[in-house]
């Protein structure tokens, strides 16, 4: 079965520093990850996506990640956060098969501060 | 752009009470999901559907009920809600299994 781990609960970061959100999944079919984030009150947006191709993914908002085979892993990062980046982000991955649906990380609290 | 209306941003409700939420979705979506999210637990899965009058169970079915008699509309049903039924419930919605997830907004309901 597929599953998907986010180690860290919160995060904390000063604005303009980097940051790495770490996500680990494990699954014995191809994969399919996603990130989510979900803003204060608000629904879920989808952030970026592996589908195939290219490792390196790019997504909204200056967001970017890596899905690495051999680490299992697609973890998400960038350079310079900002305030506005507070949210809270979630790594998903898809199953298989015909009726195929997300599963869910635990989620990863981004906390910027000035 | 797909929207997914979730016809209730905060519930409270009395134990015993019989709770309706629903979610409406604009773009004649096939696929519809309820999830709840509570912290440190991420985002489960309840039940969803793949087609109008179609639901399949998801992870966490216990005390839940769906309905699906028109492709726009899926409502989740809390038979007789409890307290630890208190958690911010989301749906979403997908054009078929090819295509990405929209979620509404949530709705936060509170069983006292």
């Known amino acids: 079965a597929q599953s998907v781990t986010q180690l860290d609960s919160q995060v904390p970061v000063f604005e303009e520093a980097p940051v790495e959100l770490r996500c680990n999944y494990s699954s014995s079919v191809s994969v399919y990850l996603f990130w989510y984030v979900q803003y204060p009150n608000q629904g879920l947006q989808l952030l970026l996506k592996y589908l195939s191709g290219s490792t390196l993914v790019k997504g909204i908002n200056g967001f970017e990640a890596e899905f690495n085979k051999s680490q299992t892993s697609f973890h998400l990062r960038k350079p310079s956060v900002h305030i506005s980046d507070t949210a809270e982000y979630f790594c998903?991955?898809?199953?298989?098969?015909?009726?195929?649906?997300?599963?869910f990380g635990t989620g990863t609290l981004l906390a910027v501060q000035p | 752009d797909v929207k997914v209306t979730q016809s209730s941003r905060y519930l409270v409700k009395r134990t015993g009470e019989k709770v309706f939420l629903e979610c409406v979705q604009d773009?004649?979506?096939?696929?519809m999901f309820w999830y709840r999210q509570d912290p440190g637990l991420g985002l489960r899965l309840i039940y969803f559907s793949y087609d109008v009058k179609m639901k399949e169970k998801g992870d966490i079915p216990e005390g839940y009920s769906v309905s699906r008699e028109k492709k726009e509309r899926f409502s989740l049903i809390l038979e007789s809600a409890s307290t630890n039924q208190t958690s911010m419930y989301l749906c979403?919605?997908?054009?078929?299994?090819?295509?990405?997830?929209?979620f509404g907004s949530g709705t936060r309901l509170t069983v006292v």
């Open positions: 773009m004649d979506h096939e696929n």
């Open positions: 979403a919605s997908r054009l078929d299994r090819n295509y990405g997830y929209t």
């Open positions: 998903a991955v898809r199953t298989g098969g015909a009726t195929n649906k997300l599963i």
